[in-house]
């Protein structure tokens, strides 16, 4: 091989090596874009949440559970429903109770009734055994209340 080839390699080589540098450095300084770019996608997702709250709050008035039940008409099944939506699992005393604080009357006879409204409507579900039974919103709606706020999809 002559000192001319020779020379070519070694240029060639060097900037072969040059090139590799620049591909690495491409790709460290690509990294905080691709970030970027991943945190505004969530912060369009989240934005896109927020308005269809504010949209729901503009056309009803209020953003609240039993939005999800319309064939609930009663105001008192629907804040049992809310009540459910706040407290998880509760019986029909504790349930008489809350709903007592919220609206300064309640019988455990009218929370009975308007629980099987509820349960017929699929808005909520019983659990635990036979003898202290609670209620609980059921999981069909939680997932449709956590997509309406775009907590799910």
């Given amino acids: 091989m002559t000192s001319k080839e020779s020379e070519k390699d070694k240029e060639i080589q060097r900037l072969s090596n040059k090139i590799d540098n620049l591909e690495g450095m491409i ?35 209020k953003v609240s559970p039993e939005m999800l039940v319309p064939s609930v008409k009663d105001p008192i099944a629907q804040e049992i429903l809310v009540i459910l939506f706040e407290k998880k699992e509760l019986n029909v005393s504790q349930i008489a109770e809350n709903l007592k604080e919220k609206r300064g009357t309640s019988s455990r006879k009218t929370v009975r009734d308007k629980l099987v409204e509820l349960e017929q409507a699929n808005a909520i579900e019983v659990v635990g055994d036979k003898k202290v039974k609670k209620y609980k919103v059921s999981d069909e709606l939680v997932e449709k209340w956590l997509k309406l706020l775009g907590v799910m999809k």
Avoid: V
């Avoid at 996608?41 to 504010?54: D, R, V, W």
């Fill in 27 to 61: 790709s460290e300084m690509a990294k905080p874009y691709q970030e970027t770019m991943a945190m505004m996608a969530k912060f369009n997702e989240m934005a896109s949440g927020y308005l269809k709250i504010i949209n729901l709050y503009q056309q009803h008035g």
